[in-house]
């Protein structure tokens, strides 16, 4: 496994990380999963209060020297009041069974609430100890800049959005380009695009793909993530059910793509929107959605077994 510094924050974390939304169903071979990559040297796990999933990270982690982990998870935007951001903190720590975050991040936008309120309460967590660094999630160049100006203290070290092969309207806000001058992480979610990696088979992009992965003697999911990788300060975070997906995806560093291969990719033309579409300025300005799915997958949670884990 490749390691990458995490910009800001002076700490060593693998090329790639791993994603848990959705996960919960089959709580047996998602551990299986999530402990492969783990010993195989995957130390950044993503999850979030919204996925519920936070219990089957706990439980996939317990027992491993916590100081080798680097542990993400987000406060979700209709708790980005002082109090409630300080009380959701809380309770993610307890489902996370640690007794600290290694980054925290808010969820998505929420300018319904000031921003300022938000960030001194992750400022407070931060000099408590009990988040090591702040990140965001779903934010704009301009959001960035405004979260960071509310800060007196701290630094924002990433801003995780959704970027893919299929995915790159970041590129086209010049997203990375910021974040690369302000050493700002951009970690990568839904880099398979959610899937469609290996569903999608007649797009330029999927061809160019393929021709890539036969040529490296890899899969094209392999050269969708080294791609991301190859940006330099991106993190890509896929999401996997099963040990075969995992052991694929962490594998997808050991091969080095040809600056032909990425210009390439670089240059095919296929766009998607990202997740919440044309609705994502709707999902900013009113957090209900936000309320409402951290209710019910921590419903589905605790039915299906996630929560639970092997505890
Ligand atoms: N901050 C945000 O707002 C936000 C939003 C979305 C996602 N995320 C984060 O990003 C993570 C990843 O995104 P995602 O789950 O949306 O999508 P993704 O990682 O792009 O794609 C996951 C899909 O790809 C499949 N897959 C995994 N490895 C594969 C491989 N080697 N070959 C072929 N298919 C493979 C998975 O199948 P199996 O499950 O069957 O293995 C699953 O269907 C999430 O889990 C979450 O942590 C964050």
Redesign the pocket.
């Known amino acids: 496994m490749q390691y990458v510094k995490f910009d800001h924050a002076n700490e060593k974390v693998s090329a790639i990380g791993?994603?848990?939304?959705?996960?919960g169903k089959n709580p047996k071979a998602e551990l299986q999963?999530l402990r492969y990559a783990i010993s195989n040297g995957v130390n950044f796990i993503?999850?979030?209060e919204m996925?519920g999933t936070e219990g089957l990270v706990g439980s996939a982690i317990e027992g491993t020297d916590r100081k080798s982990l680097f542990i993400a998870t987000?406060v979700s935007p209709h708790n980005f009041h002082y109090s409630d951001v300080m009380r959701a903190c809380e309770a993610s720590l307890s489902r996370l069974g640690t007794d600290y975050i290694d980054l925290y991040?808010l969820?998505?936008p929420n300018h319904s609430i000031p921003i300022s309120e938000t960030m001194s309460a992750m400022e407070k967590l931060a000099d408590e100890g009990k988040i090591k660094h702040i990140g965001v999630?779903?934010f704009s160049v301009g959001e960035l800049q405004e979260a960071q100006a509310a800060m007196k203290e701290h630094k924002i070290v990433s801003n995780?959005?959704?970027y893919?092969v299929f995915v790159r309207s970041i590129e086209k806000e010049g997203l990375p380009e910021y974040c690369r001058k302000n050493d700002i992480a951009i970690i990568a979610?839904?880099?398979?695009?959610?899937?469609l990696?290996?569903k999608d088979s007649d797009s330029k992009i999927s061809e160019a793909l393929e021709s890539i992965a036969k040529k490296h003697k890899v899969?094209?999911?392999?050269v969708a993530l080294n791609w991301l990788v190859s940006k330099g300060n991106v993190i890509p975070?896929?999401?996997?059910?099963?040990t075969?997906?995992?052991k694929?995806?962490v594998a997808s560093t050991e091969f080095t793509l040809d600056a032909s291969d990425i210009a390439e990719i670089d240059g095919t033309a296929n766009r998607r929107r990202p997740?919440g579409g044309v609705f994502r300025p709707l999902l900013k300005k009113n957090a209900a959605w936000s309320r409402i799915m951290t209710k019910m997958n921590s419903k589905n949670a605790k039915t299906n077994g996630a929560e639970i884990g092997e505890k």
């Open positions: 791993v994603g848990t939304w959705k996960l999963a993503d999850t979030a996925y987000k991040q969820h998505w999630s779903n995780q959005v959704e893919s979610y839904s880099p398979l695009a959610r899937g990696i290996s899969s094209a999911a392999q975070i896929p999401k996997a059910s099963s075969e997906h995992m694929e995806n997740i």
